[in-house]
């Protein structure tokens, strides 16, 4: 495993080899549009190019129900981490307790769009894309069949993965805190530590997420229909 | 040359009119495509992917005019983003403005190197070295390079992925003028600089998404279109 191409995944090299296949037998590189041989995987396994070293395909063993998991807890801690008491800072007497809802409001002053927007990246896609999962798996879990438009669904929520921003904004809050730590005392609320465990959610939905198994059910529940 | 001759592939073969080299055959060679999206190889004459309906794109360098247009009004809007202030402090009615670096060099003055360097490497190296790597990766492929592709393509990658991390100093922008409201004593509120940075650090991110690596590769496969 690891880095290194698996066996027979590899790279048909001439005429006589291809001419048997069908075009779901093939992997397509993403990186370099090289064509392998598609072979089943193994659990865990990882299937890399021979070319270029980009990820072919992955086999993670009990994705669906680790997704679902993940997405129920990140749409919970989300909900708290947005309402809840973020930080106080406490100076001179003075305290003052801001929730996500005031750094987007800090940030909208004046109108400017940038206050809904990080609301939007670092709350409504991570919630969004939780709630995609679930609409996408859960039926299909419950024995259901899948859900109306779940290719459309599932698209999105994979095309909307690099804007969710929530652990790029606890950086920058680790950041805040530091700069703020030499002239006032600062404290971490209940949902600093909900956001911070909604990060760590998503770096393990991220990891159980197999992309091709989704994929895969979708195609068969459109057909039984 | 030697070396060259074997990182682009030595010719084996002639397949469909087509030269195969000894890596083997890409999608591309046999008129299909590779889904972006969900990875099925399908006929590259459909518009749609069979599987989860994603728009197939082939890989094209007219694309990289989109590259171009939107890497320029990214850098364009980088310029405001560092001249104009990102913070504005008022404290004992004094009235404060710092830039992004400005921001970084009290930092540094105070003693807080390591945040320093977190700021200045999210905020001006990071979106710096992301501009000059675009550049450089668009105009290899237009000139057909076919020099270091597994370095290129691994330029590529990085900065699809660390892209994101320039919003960092957003989102401090945002902790701060929220958790800083004590009225005469001190006041923070986010700069006119913080719109055009954002606004830089999303269409740099969309540039980087719309660079197709399968071209880098194409190129050297000495049959672009």
């Known amino acids: 495993m690891g880095a290194r191409a698996i066996a027979g995944y590899d790279a048909p090299m001439n005429a006589s080899d291809l001419s048997a296949m069908r075009p779901e037998d093939l992997v397509a590189c993403p990186g370099c549009d090289l064509l392998h041989r598609r072979r089943a995987l193994r659990p865990g396994e990882v299937a890399r190019c021979a070319r270029c070293g980009a990820v072919l395909e992955t086999r993670k063993p009990g994705t669906v129900d680790r997704v679902i998991a993940a997405s129920l807890a990140m749409v919970a801690l989300v909900a708290l981490a947005v309402t809840g008491p973020f930080l106080t800072l406490r100076e001179l007497g003075l305290e003052r307790t801001v929730s996500l809802l005031d750094a987007s409001a800090a940030l909208g002053a004046g109108g400017s769009p940038l206050g809904v927007l990080l609301l939007l990246v670092i709350a409504g896609l991570p919630t969004a894309r939780a709630l995609a999962h679930l609409y996408v798996l859960a039926p299909w879990r419950l024995g259901w069949g899948m859900a109306r438009g779940a290719a459309a669904v599932f698209r999105w929520s994979s095309s909307m993965r690099p804007w969710a921003m929530a652990e790029i904004f606890m950086i920058g809050v680790a950041v805040s805190m530091v700069k703020i730590a030499g002239i ?36 068969e529940g459109a057909d039984d229909r | 040359m030697t070396a060259e001759r074997r990182k682009t592939g030595r010719i084996t073969g002639r397949m469909m009119g087509r030269e195969i080299t000894e890596h083997g055959v890409t999608a591309r060679d046999l008129g299909l495509i590779g889904c972006a999206e969900c990875a099925l190889v399908q006929a590259e004459s459909r518009a749609r992917c069979a599987r989860c309906g994603a728009r197939l794109r082939r890989p094209d360098r007219a694309s ?82 076919v020099r270091g592709l597994h370095g290129r393509h691994r330029l590529h990658t990085l900065v699809e992925l660390i892209g994101r991390w320039s919003m960092i100093d957003v989102f401090v922008v945002a902790v701060l003028a929220a958790l800083i409201q004590l009225g005469f004593l001190a006041s923070v509120a986010p700069g006119p600089a913080a719109a055009p940075f954002a606004l830089s650090v999303v269409l740099t991110m969309l540039a980087a998404q719309r660079l197709d690596a399968r071209l880098i590769w194409i190129a050297a496969d000495g049959r672009a279109r």
């Not at chain 2, 990289?64 to 939107?70: C, D, E, I, T, Y």
């Not at chain 2, 003693?111 to 990071?126: D, E, N, P, T, Y």
């Not at chain 2, 501009?131 to 057909?144: E, K």
């Open chain 1, 184 to 219: 006032a005392t600062i404290s971490p609320g209940p949902a600093f530590w909900a956001l911070g465990g909604a990060v760590a959610v998503l770096a393990v939905e991220n990891a159980a997420l197999c992309r091709e198994t989704v994929w895969r059910l979708i195609a």
């Open chain 2, 64 to 145: 990289l005019q989109a590259v171009w247009a939107l890497l320029a009004t990214g850098i364009i809007a980088y310029i405001p983003a560092n001249l104009w202030p990102m913070l504005v402090t008022r404290s004992f009615g004094r009235v404060d403005e710092s830039t992004i670096i400005g921001g970084a060099v009290d930092l540094a003055a105070h003693g807080a190197w390591f945040i320093a360097a977190v700021v200045l490497i999210a905020s001006v190296a990071i979106p710096l070295c992301k501009f000059a790597a675009i550049a450089w990766l668009a105009t290899g492929i237009a000139r057909g390079s």
